[in-house]
């Protein structure tokens, strides 16, 4: 049967790196890290409104697309050997491979089977596990570290429980729990060790930028890192016609999280207006505007650039896949709109 662990879904900017689609990212950007993704013929069991993957919309294992692309379906042992062939070729700079689950009762033992098979075929680079929690719990977090695991992200996605249970709980007819997931941040600190475990947080699916900010400081409180992620509506799905999110609020977003994951301020450091929009940061008189640089860059694990898939290439960049230039830091530091902010690393 094609299913997993023997067969995965690859995202389409690691399949170009593999050799099996032909082309290269614009602007040659890098794809550092191998995204993989569960393939079930009965599909997902979830149904997270902002997903191509989602049971009503994928309806089936035909499915398409997540993050606008497809994600050719590849035999996990010949991604296994390009890898290898491919491992430590600075022509590639492959740094990381990620597991990536779908909702379903296999996804756990399945991500377990596939890292297990990975160090099988004698792969050294850094592995991180993206894990949902309504089918992840401790005793597989610890049986994916014992495979050779070395990271994990809890895919918790929504800021607020408010957003959560609107985009992928109950009102959505989709079972997952946000109790459930926040109790998974603990998990996979306990299991992983602190900043090497972690949260997805995406900005725009409807969480005020206070409820973002709160999050990611609840997360670094509990030791874990922060993976932002900009929204773009997939097609097909319920909030295929919402916006993507706007790019000063995720410039906001970026600086906040650079902050917070740093030590460098904490919430009490933030001015919200009543709407929950940040209006001001006190930050401290020595941050540099090279300093700053890397609020700008894709966060997450090490080596996980995700060039292009916030948005279209071609767009402004909204998680930057290469050092910022300082050009591309003074753009953003003026796109996020904070005065006090613009005043002070601009003029
Ligand atoms: S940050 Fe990247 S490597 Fe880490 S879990 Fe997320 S997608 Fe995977």
């Given at each position: 049967m094609i299913s997993s662990p023997d067969w995965v879904r690859l995202s389409f900017g690691a399949d170009m790196v593999l050799g099996f689609s032909p082309g290269q990212f614009l602007k040659g950007a890098l794809n550092t890290t191998i995204n993989l993704l569960q393939y079930y013929p009965?599909?997902?069991?979830?149904?997270?409104?902002?997903?191509?993957?989602?049971r009503e919309v994928a309806k089936?294992?035909?499915?398409k697309t997540l993050i606008r692309v497809e994600w050719p379906l590849r035999k996990l042992d010949d991604v296994l050997s390009r890898i290898k062939e491919r491992e430590g070729n600075p022509e590639y700079g492959l740094q990381r491979i990620c597991v990536g689950q779908l909702a379903h009762p296999r996804a756990s033992p399945d991500a377990i089977e596939i890292t297990r098979r990975i160090r099988e075929h004698g792969i050294e680079l850094q592995i991180s596990e993206l894990v949902t929690a309504t089918y992840t719990f401790k005793k597989h977090m610890i049986e994916m570290r014992n495979a050779g695991a070395d990271m994990i992200d809890v895919?918790?996605?929504?800021?607020?429980k408010r957003v959560f249970d609107a985009v992928r709980g109950k009102t959505v007819r989709?079972?997952?729990s946000w109790d459930r997931y926040i109790q998974a941040i603990d998990e996979a600190v306990e299991v992983f060790g602190k900043m090497n475990a972690g949260i997805h947080l995406i900005i725009?699916?409807?969480?005020?930028e206070k409820e973002a900010v709160e999050l990611m400081q609840y997360a670094h409180n509990r030791g874990a890192k922060i993976s932002l992620f900009a929204f773009y509506p997939e097609y097909?799905?319920?909030?295929?016609?919402k916006k993507p999110v706007p790019l000063n609020v995720y410039r906001r977003t970026q600086i906040a999280r650079w902050l917070i994951e740093n030590d460098?301020?904490?919430?009490?450091s933030f001015k919200f207006d009543e709407?929950?929009?940040?209006?001001d940061i006190d930050i401290?008189?020595?941050?540099s505007l090279e300093e700053l640089a890397p609020a700008f860059m894709t966060s997450g694990?090490?080596?996980?650039?995700?060039?292009?898939s916030n948005e279209?290439?071609?767009?402004?960049?909204?998680?930057?896949?290469?050092?910022?230039t300082k050009n591309q830091v003074i753009s953003s530091i003026r796109a996020a709109e904070i005065d006090n902010l613009a005043k002070r690393f601009l003029n």
């Open positions: 009965d599909g997902c069991k979830a149904n997270c409104i902002y997903c191509g993957q989602a089936g294992p035909e499915c895919a918790i996605d929504a800021a607020s989709s079972m997952h725009g699916l409807g969480e005020t097909g799905t319920p909030l295929g016609n460098i301020v904490d919430i009490n709407k929950g929009r940040i209006i401290p008189a020595d941050i694990c090490p080596g996980c650039n995700r060039p292009y279209k290439p071609g767009s402004r960049l909204k998680n930057i896949p290469w050092y910022p």
